[in-house]
């Protein structure tokens, strides 16, 4: 019996995953995209059909709603739902698969609107009412989080017997030719950044000034780049899952020109979240200025250059030390020809899709709420290599490390 595929978010990754699960459609089976918007879906559709010759449907939802969820998904008779809309809709769209007996998967997660905060909390208690449906969550199936999670756990299976340090690398040297733009949902993007650095080290984690701490990382295919340390979210069940991990710390590169927009936005109150009045009406800074910047799904005819994100590994094999680096190389115009979304919105749906059509085949099956680094990584690092994420492996010298200095 074909397998019945609901995708909801039209946004860049919505439109990878779209294409995505359409090039896998012996997998996907009859695949429909909802979203808020109809019309964005109605586009990605048309596009699908002229580059692959296969047909979606189109639905609209307003995923806030775990009603419209619920009818949407039982009309469509759904197995899995692929939750690529924003963070804020996660629970609203789990709540709606618990209550038809769907599997659900996202790539980024829970956090509050009205706090700029994300935690695996609240879905993380979901985690019984799933395994009382029987129905598996797959939570972070994106980049980071999501590969950089399969990384480690193929690091820890096939190089280490314990692994005591990981730093995540994360190099978007892609350039859109704006002085100012995000890779991906402003709102979502700028809340990250601007917030407190925080990371793990001897089982507390450790709190930063906003871009406080940084290293210089020789990308491989890109070249030395300054990378800041913040907090991101694929660190929070690492420390979990990963035993014997002593540090955990992620960096991500920015370019100078990102910085200082960033800094002036932040200083004269554009990144705030709270509404302020203006001429008798209340509006939220940051959801105005998402409204003034590029629409991220346009970035991609006009990005250039490569991104590179991988996960820098030291523990021990056999009592020696032992030090690994995993990475994977995307090009912005080499994705945007294959599925008309640039690197960032490509790194991010090819992984959604891999862990859709893993669980679909039950090769990564488990009812309950999980994280990528419980699952055998082999599937996916093969998938990975299959379907446009080659990756490559590294063993530095064991006493390689990151010259880490204030910034
Ligand atoms: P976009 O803003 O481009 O797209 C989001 C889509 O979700 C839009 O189509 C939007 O609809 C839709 N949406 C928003 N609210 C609702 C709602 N209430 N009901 C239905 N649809 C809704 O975001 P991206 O495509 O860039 O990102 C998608 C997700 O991927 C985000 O959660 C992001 O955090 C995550 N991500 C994860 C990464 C990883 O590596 N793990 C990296 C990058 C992103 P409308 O068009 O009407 O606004």
Redesign the pocket.
Known sequence: MSNKTLI????????VVAFKCAMNADTFGEITL????KS?CDVIAQNVKAKTGVTINTAQ????SVEELVALIKEIEADIVI???????DLTIMDACAACQVDYL???NYEHPDEAKFEYKEQWARDQLFREQHIMGLL????????TNVFVAYAQKHYFDEIHTIDILDCNAGDHGYPFAT???PE?NLREVSAKGRYWENGKWIETEPMAIKQVWDYPEVGPKESYLLYHEEMESLVKNIPHLKRIRFFMTFGESYLTHMRVLENVGMLGIEPVEHQGQKIIPIEFLKTLLP???SLGPRTKGKTNIGVFVKGIKDGEPKTVYIYQVSDHEKCYEEVMSQA??Y??GV?AMIGAKLMLEKKWYQEGVHNMEEFDPDPFMEELNKQGLPWQVMELDADASLEVKEA
Do not use: H
């Open positions: 909801i978010g039209a946004g860049g990754v919505g439109n909802a979203s808020r918007t964005k939802v307003d995923a806030d939750n690529v809309a924003l963070p804020y809709q996202d790539t980024a972070g199936s994106g980049f980071d989080p999501g590969v890779n991906f949902n979502i629409d991220p799904a960032v919105s790194t991010t992984p």
